[in-house]
C-alpha cells in the first residue's frame, strides 16, 4: 500500500535546471532517510543525494554545488533541484525512503523505491 511516486523528469538543455518530485503516500507511520539515485545506459545504479529526517544532507562529488536536496514531512514529498545540468546528467532518477509502515501486521521500517524517471540533458 505504500508507495513512493515521482515526477519532474523530462528534456532539457544543458545549462538548464529541472526539480524532482517524490511523494510518498499509504499508511505512513513515520520517513526516514530519504534520497535518489540515478542509472545511466551501461553503468551502475549511483547515489545522488541523501537527506535525513533532521535535514542533514549528502551530495555525491559530481553534483555538489548545483543539486539541491530537500523534503517536506508535512506532504510525505522529497525535492531534488537540479541546476546548471549537464550532458552527463542524463539518467533515470530513482527516488528512495526509508518508511516506517504496517507490513503483513508488523510495524518495520522498510526501504521503498519509485519507478523511475528519466532526465535527459541535450547540448
Known amino acids: 500500500q505504500v508507495q513512493l511516486v515521482e515526477s519532474g523528469g523530462g528534456l532539457v538543455q544543458a545549462g538548464g535546471s529541472l526539480r524532482l518530485s517524490c511523494a510518498a503516500s499509504?499508511?505512513?507511520?513515520?520517513?526516514?532517510?530519504m534520497g535518489w539515485y540515478r542509472q545511466a545506459p551501461g553503468k551502475q545504479r549511483e547515489l545522488v543525494a541523501t537527506?535525513?529526517?533532521?535535514?542533514?544532507?549528502n551530495y555525491a562529488d559530481s553534483v555538489k554545488g548545483r543539486f539541491t536536496i530537500s523534503r517536506d514531512n508535512a506532504k510525505n514529498t522529497v525535492y531534488l533541484q537540479m541546476n546548471s545540468l549537464k550532458s552527463e546528467d542524463t539518467a533515470d532518477y530513482y527516488c528512495?525512503?526509508?518508511?516506517?509502515?504496517?507490513?503483513?501486521?508488523?510495524?518495520?521500517?522498510?526501504?521503498?523505491w519509485g519507478q523511475g524517471t528519466q532526465v535527459t540533458v541535450s547540448s
Open positions: 528512495n525512503a526509508n518508511i516506517r509502515s504496517f507490513r503483513g501486521g508488523y510495524l518495520v521500517n522498510y526501504n521503498y
Open positions: 537527506i535525513t529526517s533532521g535535514d542533514s544532507t
Open positions: 499509504g499508511m505512513i507511520f513515520g520517513i526516514n532517510d
